[in-house]
């Protein structure tokens, strides 16, 4: 049985939170859980940005802001830096004790279309092969105006993150990506850690206040109309007025009451959420009345390390790894959409596969080396070497690696028609393997928005002075999200909540 576990962050003072829902047969495999997540948890700390010092002195709090900005992830901070810009007086309120969110834990990239690095790299995309391959993702389910803003503005936002000092050009093939979409930072390196650390820079060099341990819990208003908000700080709660508020705290993927709510078939399944992703966002919105929807489309990811919620990246598929059953073959393309491979994965007799790759792309995609630390790569130095390392039979894994390899020569996977990510063969020794099965990622239902990011209520009425941004909000993706689009969503509709809630600010000034 699969468990529900939220990956931890190692905060300052070396308190560990405890994930929920863990059970363990013994305490040595307790231990052995523990130390693997207060490893994963270590790196998300360092690389998400974050020491304490970094952050505004509580006593700097005032009583009055234009914008007040709830979360301190991708979006929250995008959406901060951009009212900033627009001429705000924003301030960021976190209830964690450090910047990042499930941001920090993005291991992808960002998809974006009609880039000036795809124009560098000679790569024909187009906004509208965005939109349809997004629609497609999503099943045709896709808020289609939330959809044409999000690709019409994601060049843009490439270009906005460039002229920050955070660059992503190095592009790659996301599942349900017909060309080289998603951007990566140079390296090839994880998108989150990277963002996360150059948006909290920028925040930074704008002078935006940007409190931790702060935890909101209510919105304000009066006359229908939003003008503040309720916090809780290390105990010490009081009101925060505002002429606006943008809501940018995450989805729900952490709070299992609320998965199995909506989605009682996934009980029990792993997660590979930051655990601040408890929908808190999600509730205070209906409490003033907002709508919701899509709340059952909680997108399960294929490849995550079950006993610790690891997230390997889809990056690994996207340099060309390909996936393997128990008997070495393999049994379905690996970059079809996140929702058919992991359907493929669960219909597999032992409902778990092994991702198989080489050492060139290993070397082409950089996560691997925090995989290698995690201790959940196993290699060998030839394929027979790999296929006894991970008990499958030698012969025919030496086979699915000919006939994959000779798909890559010969441009043509008559198995299983897969035509994205076919760069590179698997030819150099020595060969990895990770064993995956699915877990919980993202949750694509939530508040609904439209293009202004404003808040909507159960009439579709905008609630005055309330705006969203980022996996609290629901529509965008759809049935299916297509990897990358999440890194996206958060940069560029946070910048739109940012620039509409300076705009409604300044009008009631």
């Given at each position: ?357 080489d050492d060139a792309l290993a070397n082409r995609a950089k996560q691997v080396d925090f995989y290698k630390e995690q201790g959940v790569v196993e290699s060998g130095d030839t394929i027979e070497d790999l296929a006894q390392e991970i008990d499958v039979p030698k012969k025919q894994l030496k086979e699915t690696l000919a006939n994959w390899n000779e798909a890559v020569d010969n441009k043509e996977d008559s198995d299983f028609e897969r035509e994205t990510a076919m760069d590179y063969d698997l030819t150099s020794g020595p060969f990895y393997a990770i064993k995956i099965a699915p877990g919980i990622h993202h949750t694509m239902g939530g508040v609904k928005i439209n293009t202004n990011t404003e808040v909507l209520d159960k009439d579709n009425q905008a609630i005055p002075g309330l705006y969203a941004a980022g996996e609290l909000t ?36």
């Open positions: 049985m699969k468990k529900i576990v939220s990956s931890l962050i190692l905060f300052s003072s070396a308190i560990v939170l405890g994930a929920c829902g863990i059970t363990t047969p013994d305490e040595s495999e307790k231990s052995s859980q523990a130390t693997s997540q207060t490893t994963e948890a270590t790196t998300d700390a360092a690389s998400g940005a974050s020491k304490q010092e970094e952050y505004t002195d509580p006593s700097e709090l005032k009583d009055k802001y234009d914008v007040v900005i709830v979360g301190a992830g991708g979006a929250g901070m995008s959406a901060a830096i951009q009212a900033k810009e627009d001429g705000a007086n924003p301030v960021i309120l976190e209830k964690l004790p450090v910047a990042g969110g499930n941001t920090t834990k993005s291991s992808g990239g960002m998809n974006a279309s009609e880039t000036k690095f795809q124009k560098e790299d000679d790569i024909e995309d187009s906004n509208d092969t965005f939109y349809k391959d997004t629609l497609e993702g999503g099943q045709n389910t896709n808020d289609k105006k939330l959809l044409r803003y999000f690709v019409d503005h994601s060049a843009d936002a490439i270009d906005w993150l460039d002229n920050m000092g955070i660059t992503l050009n190095n592009i790659s093939y996301s599942g349900g990506a017909s060309v080289k979409r998603i951007h990566r930072p140079e390296d090839g390196s994880a998108v989150g850690g990277y963002l996360v650390e150059g948006l909290l820079r920028n925040v930074h060099e704008n002078d935006i206040p940007i409190f931790v341990n702060t935890d909101v819990t209510k919105i304000n208003e009066e006359d229908g109309q939003v003008n503040g908000v309720e916090i809780d700080m290390d105990g010490n709660k009081q009101t925060i007025d505002a002429d606006a508020v943008a809501v940018t705290t995450g989805g729900f993927g952490a709070n299992e009451q609320m998965i199995e709510e909506n989605r009682p078939d996934l009980k029990g399944y792993v997660s590979t959420n930051s655990e601040g992703s408890t929908g808190d966002g999600i509730k205070m919105i209906e409490k003033l009345g907002g709508q919701t929807v899509d709340m059952d489309q909680i997108q399960v990811h294929p490849t995550v390390i079950q006993k610790d919620g690891t997230l390997i990246s889809e990056t690994v598929r996207g340099e060309g790894a390909i996936l393997v059953n128990q008997e070495g073959k393999r049994f379905f393309n690996e970059m079809e959409t996140r929702d058919k491979v992991s359907d493929a994965i669960t219909n597999l007799p032992e409902e778990e596969a092994y991702l198989i790759f629901g529509g965008l993706h759809g049935n299916n999200r297509i990897g990358g689009n999440a890194v996206a969503d958060i940069v560029i509709f946070g910048r739109q909540a940012g620039t509409q809630a300076t705009k409604f600010a300044q009008g009631n000034n």
